[in-house]
């Protein structure tokens, strides 16, 4: 793990630096989180928003992971929905429909009231890739629609889908009005400060070695130890942590973005005149957005093998070009990839290894919301409200127990087979 952020664009436009201790010594708290992302830093502020005291132990820098690095799309509802329906029935549709906008308004609430800088704008489309995909869309703003939660969406036909996106290559669109982007890396920043302000410690560069639950909680770093009542893992990305129940649970696998040099006014309205978060509805998704000094940030090529390009900027260059040949020429300016934590049954797992050991991962790339959503369902079950954390653990996992490198093999074939429907 290294101690500095990686060169992407939002690093560079990072608003602070986040400046937290080594963990030295014996520490004693509440609770114990792992991990500084999201998902991290999220449950952490919800904790201390109810008092309870608070450590974050993250191996590299608070953001540091898919949160300081992703497409910024704040995008409705947490994947797995139809997963959700169909194990758990009208629980599941209940509690899909109470956390859908959830995480949206954790996240707007602790802007406004932890005033934090993150160029939040509303409005998320999806573009239909394929003629076919429009009557998915179509049935899903009806269904929203006749549960009267549909006011937010608009279908937009093939003929007025210049008015969402400057490219000849889609056929209609969904948008969804509620939903948005935003600068992911000064959002965990800025959520981090607040819990700092609430007396959350935060050490940094305190990579967790081993952790336990049963009678005396602890998480161990090479320099320290924190005892906790409970202790919540929050970073996926350490295999040490997919022990137990979330053994054969997650497999990494790569996503890549490019930031061009900022455009040109023009040029910016004409590809984003509504200057909307985009995502194609292809299964292997291209996504999409403008930052607020109007470079494109263009992501996608998931590598399910897990195995990262030799060349980021050419790996996704003609893939931006096809969708906006306008940009042909544009300079690159940025290229970064990072993890995204895929669960086979799409649903992100979030429940307890042990009575005092929590986990929250799997979002599938769909966590800038989830992440909120998780981290407050997690504080709600450490502060003696289970329900939803109940409903989390009823969720039947698939699982490949056959080691990362083997189910990474067997994902990236299965990936191959949606890759070919995408475009057939
Ligand atoms: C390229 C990319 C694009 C994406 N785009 C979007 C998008 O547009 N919209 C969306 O909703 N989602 C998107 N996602 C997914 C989203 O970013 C993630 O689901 C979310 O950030 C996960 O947050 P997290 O806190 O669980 O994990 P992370 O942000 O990865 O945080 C985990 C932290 O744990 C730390 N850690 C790991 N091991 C240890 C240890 N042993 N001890 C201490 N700390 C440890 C890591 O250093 C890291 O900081 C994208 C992801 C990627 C990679």
Redesign the pocket.
């Known amino acids: ?1 290294s101690a500095t952020h990686i060169n992407s664009y939002y690093a560079a436009t990072a608003n602070e630096d986040s400046c937290h201790p080594v963990l030295q010594g014996t520490v004693r708290a509440d609770v114990c989180v ?7 830093i999220s449950t952490a502020l919800s904790l201390a928003e109810r008092g309870y005291s608070v450590v974050v ?19 409705a509802g947490i994947s797995g929905e139809h997963r959700i329906e169909s194990q758990l029935g009208e629980a599941g549709r209940r509690l899909l429909a109470d956390i859908r906008y959830l995480g949206h308004d954790i996240i707007e609430d602790r802007i406004r009231r932890y005033q934090i800088a993150c160029d939040l704008k509303h409005g998320w489309a999806e573009v239909a890739a394929r003629p076919r995909h429009m009557s998915g869309l179509r049935s899903y703003v009806e269904a929203r629609q006749a549960a009267g939660d549909g006011d937010q969406l608009e279908l937009v036909e093939a003929e007025r889908v210049s008015d969402v996106i400057g490219s000849r290559l889609y056929h209609g669109a969904m948008i969804d009005r509620r939903s948005g982007h935003l600068h ?1 890396l000064n959002l965990c920043l800025g959520e981090a400060r607040a819990a700092a302000g609430l007396g959350v410690k935060i050490f940094e560069e ?4 081993g952790f336990g639950g049963g009678a005396k909680p602890y998480a161990d770093t090479a320099h320290g130890r924190v005892e906790a009542a409970s202790i919540v893992l ?5 295999p ?2 997919q022990r137990g129940l979330l053994n054969g649970l997650l497999f990494p696998t790569g ?3 490019v930031a061009t040099e900022p455009l040109p006014e023009r040029v910016a309205k004409e590809i984003s005149p509504q200057d909307l ?1 985009i995502a194609d509805s292809n299964v292997v998704l291209d ?1 999409f957005r403008l930052s607020a000094d109007r470079r494109l940030l263009f ?1 996608g090529r998931c590598n399910y093998s897990n195995r990262d390009p030799r060349d980021i900027r050419e790996t996704l260059r003609p893939r931006m070009v096809e969708v906006f040949p306008q940009l042909q020429g544009v300079a690159l300016d940025y290229a970064w ?5 895929i669960v086979l049954t799409r649903v992100p797992a979030i429940g307890r290894l042990e009575p005092n050991v929590y986990y ?2 799997g ?1 599938c ?7 909120h959503i998780a981290g407050q369902i997690v504080a709600d079950a450490i502060s003696g409200t289970m329900e939803r954390l109940d409903l989390f653990e009823r969720i039947r996992h698939v699982r490949l127990p056959v080691g990362q490198f083997l189910g990474n093999q067997m994902l990236a074939l299965g990936m191959l087979y949606y890759r070919l429907r995408d475009l057939i």
């Open positions: 793990m792992i991990g500084g992302g999201f998902s991290g132990l993250e191996g590299a820098r608070v953001g540091w992971g898919a949160s300081g690095r992703n497409g910024g799309q704040m995008i992911p305190s990579a967790v070695i929050a970073g996926y990305s350490d040490a942590f996503s890549y973005i978060a996504y992501g990839g990072g993890k995204i934590d929250m991962q979002y790339g769909h966590g800038v919301n989830a992440t």
